[in-house]
């Protein structure tokens, strides 16, 4: 398993559609991926989910990857996060 925290950067400013376009990106991996908050553990697959997190800017979150491409997978969701 691959984890990684981070300070969510402005996402709304820099993307058009932030939170599609983070589960379009989740969804290019085949590991499972999680974005975890205070108590809460979302599947950054579930577009639901991600509008539940409600990533903004200066939120902390950890992600979670594990699969094949857990490597792969968490850096892209730390670059997408921190507007790389």
Do not use: W
Not at 31 to 57: D, Y
Request: with cysteine.
């Amino acid at each position: 398993m691959n984890k990684k925290e981070v300070v969510i950067a402005d996402v709304a400013r820099r993307y058009h559609n932030p939170i599609a376009e983070l589960v379009q990106l989740a969804c290019q991996f085949t590991s499972a991926i999680f974005l975890v908050s205070g108590s809460h553990r979302i599947n950054a697959k579930s577009i639901m989910g991600i509008m539940a997190l409600n990533p903004c800017k200066g939120k902390k979150v950890l992600i979670e990857a594990e699969g094949e491409d857990e490597d792969s997978a968490c850096e892209a969701m730390e670059n997408f996060l921190l507007c790389r």
